[in-house]
């Protein structure tokens, strides 16, 4: 029998490391690798402190024997003991204990991913609709490159499953960054299935051996994507089973903080130096992409006392078809009618309602102006403030 294992002593030496002396970096900025068994580190940390777990457990593969090609070499499966459990029962109990540990530690407005196969993620998932985690989304990584079925008795297995879920069904203010992600998307919502090739070439981190130096490895553009949907610059990431550290070296290009627990010595230390060389990101690169429901309020009459609009001025639309007039308490006048620019615009249009901002435009010698233009003045100024 395989005894089931879930890893080190919680007395196992921590190891933790700073950015270079010859590249400082913001304090802000700061990792750190911790040696030990996941559940017992974890409750060492303070509750509600994390912005966002990710987590990629022991898969429970239930090898019986070594697998073989067709020409009967041996495939590098694997087949380490921190995969072993001596059953399901052993593995669901495994999984229950570090989700509630990540339960704790997360913030009301945290979120887990959790990545696995078709072994374990329907038991993970049970597993934390049972502990009260709310489920947002199941995304698929479709593997452009996978590792072929080499029996022929099977499909090839060509996608893992990443569950993605808030701390509990009431949860709320989670980050999503929609507007960012559609935009890097050609302004099309990103969907839940994604196409990543498998890490290879430079990405992969080989031992002295040449061979690879931990067997399920996952892409840095996986674990990006996750970050960047997920969480804010100098948000807390925590990674319970951080393995050679890409969920880290991810978290610390993108301007996040990352706590990294790992049991096994080799794959920290492996860790430790990858993410230490890994310069962050300049902050205009990775500052928080602004959206309508983030912007702060600036109503129409703030554009009236800055003097952006002059009180008498006439508010046309595009086609210089309508005008109505300012008023000095930021309404405006349409005949005999008056009110709010919206309520104004859907009027002029027969309309039940209208986004007065992109509706209306100021003339000026250079052309007509579009006051939402105006309102972003005034949104950068106070954002400068």
Not at 215 to 229: D, Y
Not at 261 to 280: D, F, G, H, N, V
Not at 307 to 331: C, E, F
Request: charged fraction near 25%.
């Amino acid at each position: 029998m395989v005894e089931s294992r879930r890893g080190a002593s919680s007395r196992a030496p921590r190891v933790s490391f700073e950015s270079p002396r010859s590249a400082p970096q913001p304090a802000r900025i700061a990792s750190h690798i911790i040696l030990g068994d996941c559940v017992a580190e974890i409750s060492k940390l303070p509750a509600d402190s994390v912005d966002l777990v990710f987590a990629d457990p022991p898969y429970n593969l239930q090898l019986q024997g070594d697998l073989k090609r067709p020409d009967d070499s041996k495939v590098d499966a694997v087949d380490d003991d921190w995969d072993r459990f001596s059953s399901f029962a052993s593995y669901d109990e495994f999984t229950r204990a570090w989700l509630e540990a990540c339960k704790r530690v997360l913030k009301p407005s945290g979120t887990i991913w959790v990545i696995g196969s078709y072994h374990n993620i329907f038991r993970v998932g049970t597993a934390l609709q049972d502990l009260g985690f709310w489920i947002l989304n199941d995304v698929v990584w479709r593997k452009s490159n996978p590792m072929p079925n080499f029996r022929g008795r099977r499909f090839t297995n060509a996608h893992e499953t990443l569950i993605w879920a808030s701390r509990d069904q009431n949860a709320r203010g989670y980050t999503f960054n929609y507007e960012a992600l559609k935009a890097g998307n050609e302004d099309i919502q990103v969907r839940s299935d994604w196409t990543i090739p498998l890490c290879t070439g430079e990405e992969r981190l080989k031992g002295r051996d040449g061979k690879k130096l931990h067997p399920t490895q996952k892409p840095e553009a996986l674990l990006a994507r996750v970050i960047l949907s997920s969480s804010r610059p100098d948000d807390l990431v925590l990674d319970p089973f951080c393995g050679t550290g890409t969920t880290g070296a991810v978290a610390r290009r993108l301007g996040r903080r990352f706590i990294g627990l790992e049991r096994e010595e080799a794959y920290a230390k492996a860790a430790e130096k990858r993410i230490a060389s890994t310069q962050p990101l300049e902050a205009p690169t990775i500052a928080p992409f602004m959206t309508a429901r983030d912007a702060p309020r600036v109503p129409f009459s703030a554009l009236v006392e800055r003097g952006l609009i002059s009180v008498g001025a006439k508010l046309v639309d595009a086609k210089k078809k309508h005008r109505a007039l300012v008023r000095p308490d930021g309404a405006v006048a349409l005949g005999e009618q008056v009110g709010s620019i919206h309520r104004i615009g859907a009027l002029a249009q027969g309309l039940e309602a209208c986004n007065g901002w992109t509706f209306w435009h100021v003339e000026t010698p250079k052309g007509l102006i579009s006051i939402d233009d105006l309102r972003g003045k005034v949104r950068a100024e106070m954002a400068e403030a």
